[in-house]
């Protein structure tokens, strides 16, 4: 993308803090792993966040956030470890209404540590893992990804058929950008 994508003013806000917005009436507190232009990012939602949100925000900077996103999830599971469940949310899904979230973790179920959308027949994004998965995370292992880490039998994995298609959306170049306001003006998102 040829902007910022953290920063990418929509609907008067930038995405981070629309998502931030979304997630706080269902997480206690909301981590955010900075890499590139943390500084930035941290002064912009501080700036745009009502104060007394302020307390319920963490900013974490992955100093190794060119190695890839894995460390940086890294990152924020091993600041996380006394939490016990996580809603792991990229920036760039950010037509997921309120009652997304709401039902989504309401779908929390002591049988599972894993819970996933899905939609269209896809499995998708934001989960929700269980404290359970934290060190197979973040502790020194064979693993260079959540997908490698969900095919382990010690996953106990629940899909969630949603019909919420923002699940599937992976906004990484200009064209998923003009696609995701397409069909949000569509009204199909």
Not at 57 to 64: G, K
Request: proline content about 6%.
């Amino acid at each position: 993308m040829k902007s910022f994508k953290p920063l990418i003013n929509w609907q008067g806000e930038p995405l981070l803090l629309q998502i931030i917005k979304k997630m706080l009436p269902v997480c206690g507190t909301v981590v955010i792993v900075t890499g590139f232009r943390g500084d930035e990012v941290e002064e912009t939602v501080k700036k745009l966040l009502d104060a007394e949100l302020h307390e319920r925000i963490r900013f974490i900077h992955n100093p190794a956030y060119a190695e890839g996103m894995h460390g940086s999830l890294k990152t924020g599971f091993r600041s996380l470890h006394q939490s016990e469940w996580v809603l792991f949310h990229f920036v760039d899904q950010p037509g997921l209404s309120n009652s997304f979230y709401t039902e989504f973790t309401e779908q929390i179920d002591p049988a599972y540590n894993w819970i996933q959308p899905r939609c269209q027949e896809r499995n998708a994004h934001p989960l929700l893992i269980h404290n359970s998965l934290f060190p197979l995370i973040y502790e020194p292992n064979e693993y260079t990804s959540l997908r490698d880490i969900s095919r382990l039998l010690v996953v106990k994995k629940k899909l969630w058929d949603c019909n919420y298609p923002g699940v599937l959306l992976d906004i990484d170049t200009e064209a998923d950008w003009n696609n995701f306001l397409n069909q949000w003006d569509e009204g199909t998102v």
